[in-house]
């Protein structure tokens, strides 16, 4: 069965830092290109980060480029989310996603799999 | 604010057809970029509906739809069930932002 559990999530005050982590079980993880999706609270979902099955491809959305750093440790099966300079509007539960993979087409698009989300909340 | 955009909200009564829209421009939709559609229920997270604009993954059931058109998609929901209540989601690629994808502003489904 694929799980992702994220966890690291919490309260942390202005400027802060905070290290989420997804931990992934049940599939191949080092063949997926992952994500971070974000929802601030009664809000909508907002795409964060992304990067590919080995690492070498990394993108991320202008509200938290230079800001956050995405990676990723194969040989642990995990994900990991370094937030830095965090600010009020980063408040949000925080899902990890796995792109969805159709091995025998090769196509990849969507995200199939999400994780249960944590939550990082901002603390003045 | 998203670039992609839905209605807000939609309803129906059960066992009646709606239709959520996901209304883009040419450097997403209409650039050819695939658009999936999610549902959220309350405290839960996403769940893939539709992937590459038509296809279901398994588990899926066929009363849910996408289709594709020029700077636009559709999601249409038959034979609406009081559990189909959720937010739903599109999602696509946007060759105007520096990141990978880009999600849609959202739409509240109420089963009347």
């Known amino acids: 069965e694929v799980q992702l559990v994220e966890s690291g999530g919490g309260l942390v005050q202005p400027g802060g830092s905070l290290r989420l982590s997804c931990a992934a079980s049940?599939?191949?993880?080092?063949?997926?290109?992952m994500n971070w999706v974000r929802q601030a609270p009664g809000k909508g979902l907002e795409w964060v980060s992304y990067?590919?099955?080995?690492?070498?491809?990394?993108y991320y959305a202008d509200s938290v480029k230079g800001r956050f750093t995405i990676s990723r440790d194969n040989a642990k099966n995990s994900l990991y989310l370094q937030m830095n300079s965090l600010r009020a509007e980063d408040t949000a539960v925080y899902y990890c996603?796995?792109?969805?993979?159709?091995?025998?087409?090769?196509?990849?698009?969507?995200?199939?799999?999400w994780g249960q989300g944590t939550l990082f909340t901002f603390s003045s | 604010q998203s670039v992609l955009t839905q209605p807000p909200s939609v309803s129906g009564a059960p066992g009646q057809r709606v239709t959520i829209s996901c209304t883009g421009s040419?450097?997403?939709?209409?650039?050819?970029?695939?658009v999936h559609w999610y549902q959220q229920l309350p405290g839960t997270a996403p769940k893939l509906l539709i992937y590459?604009?038509?296809n279901r993954p398994s588990g899926v059931p066929d009363r849910f739809s996408g289709s594709k058109s020029g700077t636009s998609a559709s999601l249409a929901i038959t034979g609406l069930q009081a559990e189909d209540e959720a937010d739903y989601y599109c999602?696509?690629?946007?060759?105007?932002?520096?990141?990978?994808?880009?999600f849609g502003t959202g739409t509240k489904v109420t089963v009347l």
């Open positions: 040419s450097s997403n939709i209409g650039a050819g970029y695939d």
């Open positions: 999602q696509s690629y946007d060759s105007s932002l520096s990141g990978s994808g880009v």
């Open positions: 990067i590919s099955s080995s690492g070498s491809t990394i």
């Open positions: 590459g604009n038509s």
């Open positions: 049940g599939f191949t993880f080092s063949s997926y290109e």
């Open positions: 996603a796995r792109t969805y993979y159709d091995f025998w087409s090769g196509y990849q698009g969507g995200l199939d799999y």
